[in-house]
């Protein structure tokens, strides 16, 4: 995971995340084979708790629940892909984020994965904390700001 200038916001006020695609995501057809649009998306993720979370991260876990991909334009090598992360739906011991990924603003793929909350090391299932809620929701205070 390299995060480095990643922490900032988009216009829409996002967290956005950059992958430049390489040489290696490529298929025989010169676009990035489907399973890495996953990997950047949970990159993406990690680099966002990371940024928000900070020093307590280690305070919080959660599991890959369920995921989903909708592909608009295919990734093709040399492009530097933008990845703007939000939550869309909070439950109690579950949210939804959204990973909309585009180059020059033509968008390319939205994912969407729904994460349970868990105690961290272990699969319990426990509720959101709210210091997580809140630190996960600054994107969207300083959209609206």
């Known amino acids: 995971m390299h995060c480095g200038r990643q922490r900032r916001l988009s216009i829409s006020g996002m967290y956005r995340h950059e992958v430049r695609v390489r040489y290696g995501d490529c298929d025989m057809q010169k676009v990035v084979f489907n399973a890495h ?3 950047y998306s949970d990159d993406a993720v990690m680099c966002w708790f990371s940024a928000r979370l900070g020093d307590r991260m280690h305070e919080f876990d959660c599991m890959l629940k369920t995921v989903n991909i909708v592909w608009h334009r295919p990734l093709r090598l040399g492009d530097t892909a933008q990845l703007d ?4 739906r909070w439950g ?3 949210f939804d984020v959204l990973i909309s990924g585009q180059v020059d603003g033509e968008p390319s793929f939205d994912t969407t994965i729904v994460y349970v909350s868990t105690t961290p090391g272990a699969p319990q299932v426990v509720p959101v904390p709210d210091w997580v809620r809140a ?3 600054q994107d969207e205070q300083l959209a609206t700001a």
């Open 85 to 88: 992360c939000t939550v869309k």
């Open 37 to 39: 649009y996953l990997a």
């Open 135 to 137: 630190a996960l929701r």
């Open 92 to 94: 109690n011991s579950s």
